[in-house]
């Protein structure tokens, strides 16, 4: 009960190894599993089609002409279209580092991933089992959220990168 007044991070171990803790609003309680985060890093082709699978989602990215993109507007978690000419290195599949950064859609400059979060009330205990499409340390995307300002479509892209992400295994 006494954890009911204390702010977000506050936490107690009880009976059967189920752990209790606050998280902005919400009282949380889960089985303590002592688990390390599941960690994931795919390197992805950026100039061919590529398919990931993991858990139970399958992502796909294609190269398009970026005059073929027809639902730019639309409000879409499972897609994503980023300018192909502003990838810097590679592109990745992977969770967060230390030191990620993050430019997202509707926001001026960069913040560190880690604020983001914050800003977005996501709960720690989640952060590292969250993936995100990452070109070196700059994220690109993170799957079924945000999209970086950095990597958008604008009317000055040619060659686009469509993102999907799917549940189940992809069949062509």
Partial sequence: MDLLDKSTGAAVILPNNIKAYISYDKLILKFDRDNESYKYYLKLENDADNIAEFLDFT?????IDASQITDLKKDNKHKAYIDKDKIKQELVLRNRLEGDVFSPIGLKGTKK???YFIDEKIPKEERDNIFLIADGKEVVWILGKRLSDKYKITGNT????MINMMRG???E
């Fill in 169 to 171: 295994t992809y069949d």
């Fill in 59 to 63: 992502i796909s990215l294609r190269s």
């Fill in 158 to 161: 040619k060659e686009a990168i």
């Fill in 113 to 115: 991933l880690k604020e």
